[in-house]
């Protein structure tokens, strides 16, 4: 078991309506964070981020709550899910120096995860690359078209921020840096969805913060919650958005 001290790491896990993989991903989150803070003498804690689901997913995450005391559970009621305020905004629960949030369906391997949170050693965010010549990707044409189109947009809609892969659930900050950004995007605009990913790394580069990119391994998961016409409504904020109005 991790020894008692202080808490290094925090892992969020948002979820919605995941009932059929919550339990047997976040066990392997946390047998892969128990082994390697074993190894490097830290703590960490897993938080899961229950957006609103209206499956079995809160029992699901309340029981594993009770069995594991470093996984936690925070849950949001709502009609629909937020997909990245309420995560956003539960970042200040952390207890961690070092934050990261992961896709529930788990599309990015684990073997990447020690070196997604060491990457925040030497610079304030680290995050993965699905473009890097070195990742290893599988995925659906449509998922590919999809991904593509939206970073392409970014980089040529608003601030270049140099970076290829904005949209990726992989990503880890230090934890004052994080907190920092958030007073910069805000909290609550249900408008842009997973473009705040984007937006936040356009302020990052506003800032002067710095960003190491990863390669990672990526296998487009079955559970995938990314869809057609969900993601194109972001669009219109990414059009409007501007470092002034964000």
Known sequence: MVKKMKIYYSIFIPCYNEEKCIERNVLQ????????????DRNFEIIIVDDCSKDNTPRITDRLQKMIKNIKVIHYKGKTPTRRENLIRSFKKAKGDII???????????????????G????????????????????????RVISWGLNWLTRIIDHPTGISDHF???????????????????????????WWD???????????????????????SKWTKLHW???LKMVWYML???????
């Not at 989150?29 to 490097?40: Q, R």
């Not at 659930?169 to 408008?191: P, Q, S, Y």
């Not at 913060?209 to 390669?215: A, E, L, M, Q």
């Open 29 to 40: 989150v946390w047998d892969v964070m128990n082994a390697w803070c074993n190894l490097i």
């Open 100 to 118: 990261a949030y992961l896709d529930a369906d788990l599309s990015t391997s684990l073997k990447d995860l020690p070196l997604l949170l060491g």
């Open 120 to 143: 925040c050693e030497t610079h304030d965010i680290c995050i993965g690359n699905r473009y890097d010549k070195e990742s290893r990707i599988v995925r659906t044409k449509s998922r």
């Open 168 to 194: 990726i659930g992989f990503k880890a900050f230090k934890k004052e840096c994080i907190l920092d950004l958030i007073k910069d995007t805000g909290v609550g605009n249900r408008w842009r969805g997973m």
């Open 198 to 220: 984007a937006e936040m790394l356009c302020y990052a580069k506003l800032n002067n913060y710095s960003i190491k990119r990863i390669p990672v391994d990526w296998i487009e």
């Open 229 to 231: 016409k969900r993601e």
């Open 240 to 246: 409007w958005w501007t470092p002034y109005n964000g």
